[in-house]
């Protein structure tokens, strides 16, 4: 039994598909936070921390497929 590869299942984002991803752009500007101009995920604390609870939990989930698949001995 092997694995579908990721972007198989998942669709990533379409600065992801196109190559132009920024890493400065993937956490919050705390400048753009404090000043009222960062993205409305980032202003608000609640939906800010549904963000980051989702992301600890896929986070977890994947390490956890990645743990059992070595388990069985599938190159993951």
Do not use: C
């Amino acid at each position: 039994m092997s694995l579908k590869p990721w972007r198989e299942i998942a669709t990533p984002h379409k600065d992801v598909l196109a190559g132009t991803f920024k890493q400065s752009e993937f956490a919050a500007d705390i400048t753009q936070v404090a000043s009222g101009t960062a993205l409305a995920e980032y202003q608000d604390a609640y939906a800010y921390n549904e963000l980051i609870q989702s992301w600890h939990a896929i986070v977890t989930a994947s390490h956890e497929v990645g743990h059992r698949g070595e388990q069985q001995g599938l190159n993951l």
